[in-house]
């Protein structure tokens, strides 16, 4: 059975970095030196451990987010098992599509690693991921990865961490040498040089710092050590009145406490590939970042009474666990992860899923190493495990104590801004399809399915090209289910813009029984990502309570049939306030058909507009292609908003409607003779300008018109 490992001896954390930055490589070591696994595997050779999914592997890109377990004595408290320490890793996606699987990691860690290209520095993803941490207050260490790259620099790379993301970094280490002279690091704590002999770097060796460069190790010394004790007043007194520095353990728990509230942000540096810093990184993480106790404790909502519940990180406290991640394992089925956040969980016993309010019995409990399972009888406070066979459990649900129910904050999900539609092949694949697309919809909160209600064909919408070219990859691999796709679509939405009052009559009173509903409705439009609110205001009985939810349905109903091109309609608040109804002849379906009748009518009148989403883009380039790539933005209806220097290139921030950026990636590689890059993430939903509308309506009818075939070219 697993040792309990004290709370403080957990750290739940994670490795984000910008794609290509050594994430995978930096993680097989990880695993490699902390004993689990034997052999290095090779991103190159798509042998990796963690990538266990097969398309990821030919990808080379790390989509899922599976948590790993290892262990870890930092290297200079010898073999002491006193201070062995568990650690968690929760693998986080690099490419900005897979925002819910970044997101929801992020939400459930409680440290990261960023890691950074030595020669890049700060990238536009690495950016936007240590925005996310920020929201979620994740507190971060930093690795400067590739020190044995052509071109690298320590310097620079700290500076553009430094000016781009936090004032608050602080080397902790430096490189010895560079390139392919890239020997070591320096710890500026100890002062000295280690060295990572042996096969594999697995020799951590302590010697005397190089003397050239010694003069170097000590000015930066003394920039740690006077950042340092500003963070602690004893320290900082027997600095100035006695020109004494804090001794090594000292200056650890310093440096400790100022990670965890977010004041110092330390700074490592190394090559994975070479197999050198890796573990100095090790020991930081332990020593640095948080344990689940030294967080703030969590809060959620009673599922019933709305009022607010406080969990302290502790055994002792009723169970509640935030499920992270589903996923389809070849081996065992679904697996459903989950982090503790208070309370032990013995197995065969009976969790609430405090979401969907149902309850089930979990029968067995998985610890997940890289390379294998281990079973747990129990589960506590700060355990990151999986469990198999939960039926209706989704990412993001809260899984608790049946006494004691609570529902853990949710996570907020962008909305899937591109559509593609998908058609089975075979009959086989079609009696498939239903099942394959809810399981995937399970596992990704970013992932949703429709029929369209005229053509009926199935369509999936998510957060990006990519996003849906892997989910459709998936659909093949996982489940041998074969579609053939569409052309990506954008997803428009549709609102209105004035409030209107509108009737709608379903009476039909000629032989046999008859029908009657009558409604009367006030459209009126919400605030921008609101949604949708329907409101009963009926009095006295004009029309019977029961009768009220059809109404309700049927609005829903015209909602997603759309407005003006049969996109949904969403930021619409819509009150029932008037109606009649008749004592045989009404009905439930009489009220949705008349509710359905009133929204369509009335929305007509209330000014309608065609919203689409616009996407936050930052392209990277040379400067001599300036011109030529601003130029192209602004024709693409962009709207620039800052043009920054990064050394010798140009980052451009700018607004683009998504309905333009198809095709974005050729032409910036012809427009930069291939050296210009660009990220892209959705940023809000807006107005589509009169004449583009037309266009788009015209569009619509023209692809509905056009056979398959064609509409596939
Ligand atoms: P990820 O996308 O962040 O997971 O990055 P990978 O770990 O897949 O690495 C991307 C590429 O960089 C691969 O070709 C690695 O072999 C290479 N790489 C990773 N770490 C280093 C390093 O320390 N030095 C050098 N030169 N290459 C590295």
Not at 182 to 195: C, H, P, Q, R, S
Not at 312 to 317: A, I, K, L, V, W
Not at 336 to 356: D, E, P
Not at 625 to 639: E, F, N, P, Q
Request: glycine share 8%; proline share 5%.
């Amino acid at each position: 059975m697993l040792k309990i490992y004290p709370k403080e001896k957990i750290r739940d954390i994670g490795f984000i970095a910008h794609i290509d930055a050594g994430k995978t490589t930096t993680t097989e070591r990880v695993l490699f030196y902390t004993g689990i696994t034997h052999k290095i595997g090779s991103v190159d050779e798509g042998t990796t451990v963690m990538d266990w999914m097969e398309q990821e592997r030919e990808r080379g890109v790390t989509i899922t987010a599976a948590a790993t377990t290892c262990f870890w004595t930092p290297t200079y408290r010898g073999e002491d098992p006193n201070y062995e320490h568990r650690i968690n890793i929760i693998d986080t996606p690099g490419h900005i599509d897979f925002t819910a699987e970044v997101q929801r990691s992020l939400r459930v860690l409680d440290g990261a690693v960023v890691i950074f290209d030595g020669v890049a520095g700060v990238e536009s993803q690495s950016e936007t991921v240590w925005r996310q941490a920020d929201k979620y207050s994740v507190p971060r260490i930093c690795f400067i990865n590739k020190m044995d790259r052509i071109g690298v620099d320590f310097k620079k790379a700290f500076k553009s961490i430094e000016e781009r993301l936090t004032p608050n970094a602080l080397a902790v280490n430096i490189p010895i040498g560079a390139e392919s002279n890239f020997e070591g690091v320096i710890d500026l704590i100890l002062m000295k040089a280690i060295y990572f002999e042996g096969v594999q770097g697995e020799i951590v060796v302590t010697k005397e710092i190089p003397s050239g460069l010694k003069s170097q190790a000590e000015e930066y010394r003394k920039t740690f050590i006077e950042k340092i004790i500003e963070h602690d007043e004893d320290a900082l007194t027997e600095y100035l009145e006695k020109g004494k520095e804090p001794n090594a353990d000292k200056t650890r728990a310093i440096l400790r406490k100022a990670t965890i509230e977010g004041k110092i942000i330390p700074v490592f540096c190394g090559s994975s590939f070479r197999n050198k810093g890796v573990q100095p990184l090790l020991d930081a993480i332990v020593e640095y970042l948080p344990s689940p106790v030294d967080l703030p404790p969590v809060q959620g909502v009673h599922p019933k009474t709305g009022e607010t519940i406080i969990r302290s990180p502790r055994d002792e406290e009723p169970f509640a666990a935030l499920v992270f991640k589903i996923a389809s394992d070849p081996y065992v089925g679904t697996l459903t992860f989950f982090r503790v956040y208070s309370g032990v969980f013995k197995k065969g016993n009976y969790v609430l899923n405090a979401s969907k309010s149902n309850q089930e019995r979990i029968g067995r409990l998985l610890l997940m190493h890289s390379n294998r399972r281990e079973e747990l009888d129990e589960v506590r406070t700060g355990d990151i495990a999986a469990t198999v066979g939960l039926k209706n459990t989704a990412t993001g649900d809260t899984l608790c104590d049946p006494n004691n129910p609570i529902i853990l904050e949710q996570i907020e999900f962008p909305e899937p801004v591109i559509s593609i539609k998908v058609e089975p092949q075979t009959k086989a694949d079609q009696e498939k399809l239903s099942l394959v697309l809810k399981k995937l919809s399970e596992e990704d909160p970013t992932f949703k399915i429709k029929t369209d209600a005229e053509t009926s064909e199935t369509i999936i919408s998510g957060m990006g090209e990519f996003h849906l070219e892997i989910l459709v990859d998936r659909m093949k691999r996982e489940f041998n289910l074969n579609v053939q796709t569409g052309k990506p679509q954008v997803a428009y939405k549709e609102t209105i813009k004035k409030k209107v009052e509108s009737e709608g009559k379903y009476i039909r009173q000629s032989g046999g029984r008859g029908q009657y509903g009558h409604v009367w409705l006030r459209l009126e439009p919400l605030e921008r990502g609101k949604g949708f609110e329907f409101v009963n205001i009926i009095k006295g009985g004009v029309i019977p309570q029961e009768y009220i939810p059809a109404v309700e349905k049927g609005v829903k109903e015209a909602l997603e049939k759309g407005i003006i091109a049969g996109y949904p309609v969403s930021d619409v608040k819509v009150t029932l306030y008037d109606g009649s109804f008749h004592e045989v002849d009404s009905s439930d379906f009489a009220f949705k058909i008349a509710g359905s009748m009133a929204f369509q009518s009335g929305a007509k009148i209330a000014d309608p507009a065609l919203l689409e989403p616009i996407m936050k883009l930052e392209v990277v380039i040379p400067e001599k292609y300036l011109g030529d790539v601003t130029g192209d933005i602004s024709s693409k209806r962009g709207s620039i908003e800052n043009i920054s220097d990064r050394g010798m290139i140009k980052v451009i921030e700018a607004k683009v409607p998504l309905a333009e950026m198809f095709g974005f990636a050729t032409k910036l590689r012809s427009l930069t003779e291939g050296r210009g890059v660009f990220t892209m993430e959705f940023d809000h939903y807006q107005e589509v300008p009169y004449n583009i509308v037309q266009e788009i309506i015209g569009k619509i009818s023209t692809n509905k018109n056009k056979s398959d075939k064609e509409y596939k070219e």
